[in-house]
């Protein structure tokens, strides 16, 4: 019988599977859907709907996916899933990984050369073996090679959000127990990193050997891998470590500092320290004595007291990461008015089934409605992307009859836009006569990716530069773990962008998370202004909306500067296209 992370994980594959054989897009989709819907569950919930038979009950799950997990459930393991398997070669899924290799090259890479490992790849480009096959040229075989090695070093790291989902309940978990009085996750998931390679929790507690016992007592543990006086790490059943520190009440605040900030940023904290007669580490702030030595333990309460102690600004964990926030710490410059989640007004970037949304206009209205924001923007695909069920004219029309319907019936400001494909020539793909009578038009790279720099860039600066207000959507295009962002030269397209009209999106979908911390930085400094989206596919994925809030932070943007903050009225005047 297995658990709820190991049946996700079975239909994630399965996802992936119908990808690389060429199955209707949204299928795969769904069973990715599903495996987060699975995840959320708890295992009592999990099991009390398979036994009732009432998996058809969750969002997006219907009689097939319900009889697959129940299979997955019951049997541990799908027939489904094995035929998968069983019918593609060996090292189709290994290989299918890099970038830049679809079906067809890992098909000629398998059959003609025998390349069944990324090993086997890395070597055969080492030695340029692939130069005598067609389509595969000294510049692949170098972009091969580079994608191989990009995939070593993000083996093992997994997406924040999934981080989220084993992190959390395991949180819960351990504050449950008395012998906890705080219980903090750190790390890089409380910078809220794209990934993280692992998860660190920090307890304060008078009794460790309690804590550690519940610890290693969780139901999703699968391994304690270690364990001594104040550190035990275990592995989850998912495969994810988890290293938790038990500290005592007083040194709580230090810990959780220290286990919270980069390597980097904490070479420089102790560099500081060291200059004003200090040591700090996880077990508190020193002075030292005329022989270098700790000797007065000072009081920290607070993660604040201890920078103040350092004579700096507090920062948020967000910025900790040596990318110049010290710097700004030591001047007092760390703006106090960090956008925040509650400053955000409206969701936008959110699709529906007139494209590829799961939901009706309907049904995210009213999930907006509920979740108490302002204005939703309906910013469907545009025709071009007909992988996508692209919305062309006609059917957008009947888009904007039914935004009307809706609109009667809803709280929330609905705004009529698009994600409009940025053509390989850099025109935006509607006709100017619909652009004009949009609310909001969101400008995107959804094709042709792999276009190198001095094609790439021409391409995003016409359009940039188009006299329309349009919104840069997830600008560089990546999918976390998945694809690298295409390439560009960033720093000019921004520079046009801001010599003309329109905004940067910060994209809060957790799998892409686009734009990097460094550029949302370079954008500040040209003085654009940002929307924070959701990029929602469903009423589930409009809380995405916070994980671009927090990746804004990262970059230090200000409330000010987020369109949507505003109120409906003046942010549908702040990005209307004409």
Known sequence: MLGKFDIARALREISQLMTLKGETPFKARAHETASRAVEQLSEEKLAELVDQKRLTELDGIGDSLAAKITELRLTGKSM??????????????????????????????????????????????????L??????????QANLLDGVRQLRTRADRILLVDAMVAGEPLIAWLRESPAVARAELAGSFRRWRETVADLDIVVATDDGHAVMDRFAAYPEVGAVESRGDTKCTVRLKSGLQVDLRVLPPADFWTALHHFTGSKEHHVR?????????????????????????????????????????????AMPPEMRENQGEIELAEQHRIPTDLL????????????????????????????????????????????TASYAGGVDVKRMRTQWDELERVQSLVKVRLLRGCESDILEDG???????????????????????????????????????????????????????????????????????AASQGAVEINGDPHRLDLEPQWIRAARERGLKFVVSCDAHSTAALGYTKFGVHLARRGGVRKGEVLNTLSAADFQKAVRPT
């Open 340 to 383: 925040d989640e509650g400053d955000i007004r409206g969701f936008v970037h959110c699709h529906t089934n007139f494209s590829d949304g799961k939901n009706t206009i309907e049904q995210m209205a009213r999930a907006a409605d509920a979740l108490g924001l302002q204005y939703l923007t309906i910013t469907d695909h545009s025709p």
């Open 80 to 129: 489904y899933l094995e035929d998968l398997r069983a019918s593609l070669p060996q090292g189709f899924v290994e290989l299918s990984r890099v970038p830049g290799l679809g079906p067809k090259k890992v098909q000629i890479l398998t059959r003609d050369l025998g390349i069944n490992t990324l090993a086997e790849l890395e070597a055969a480009c080492v030695a340029g073996r």
């Open 269 to 313: 904290l102790r560099g500081i320290a060291r200059g004003l007669g200090l040591q700090i580490s996880e077990w508190g702030l020193h002075k030292l004595d005329s022989d270098g030595q700790p000797a007065e333990k000072l009081l920290v309460d607070s993660e604040e007291a201890l920078y103040r102690h350092l004579g700096l600004q």
């Open 427 to 497: 025109a935006l793909d509607y006709p100017d006569e619909i652009l004009e009578k949009l609310d909001v038009v969101i400008a995107s790279v959804h094709n042709r990716h792999g276009m190198d720099s001095d094609r790439m860039t021409p391409r995003l600066l016409r359009c940039m530069r188009l006299p329309i207000f349009k919104i840069w959507g997830h600008p560089l295009g990546r999918l976390l773990n998945k694809r690298e962002p295409f390439d560009c030269r960033v720093e000019e397209i921004l520079d046009a962008l």
């Open 131 to 140: 130069g005598a096959v067609k389509g595969f040229g000294e510049k692949t």
